[in-house]
């Protein structure tokens, strides 16, 4: 059975720094890209960054070189480090994947930026 778990998130003042984690289970990670992905309230879900099997990532404009995307295929964990935190980056991030054909979600973790 596939199970995203995301953790990390909370409060951070604007210009701070914060670092998710997506544990996975049920599938082999090394074999599978990842996304992350985030909400925030009364918006659509928006991608964020991706990271394929091959470790090639790319990143939404608004986060360009500000977040990192990165992958522990050891600790079957996928990791956003988030630096230079905005306002605008509060919502709740959530990671994806798909496997055999069917879209996989993590319950999200809340990330939220203000002094």
């Known amino acids: 059975q596939v199970q995203l778990v995301e953790s990390g998130g909370g409060l951070v003042q604007p210009g701070g720094s914060l670092r998710l984690s997506c544990a996975a289970s049920g599938f082999i990670l090394s074999t599978n890209g990842m996304a992350w992905y985030r909400q925030a309230p009364g918006k659509q879900r928006d991608w964020v960054a991706g990271?394929?099997?091959?470790?090639?990532?790319s990143y939404a404009n608004s986060v360009s070189g500000r977040f990192i995307i990165s992958r522990d295929n050891i600790k079957n964990t996928v990791y956003l480090q988030m630096n230079s935190l905005k306002p605008e980056d509060t919502a709740v991030y959530y990671c994806?994947?798909?496997?055999?054909?069917?879209?996989?979600w993590g319950k999200g973790t809340l990330v939220t930026v203000s002094s």
């Open positions: 990271i394929t099997a091959g470790g090639s990532k």
């Open positions: 994806k994947t798909s496997w055999r054909g069917m879209d996989y």
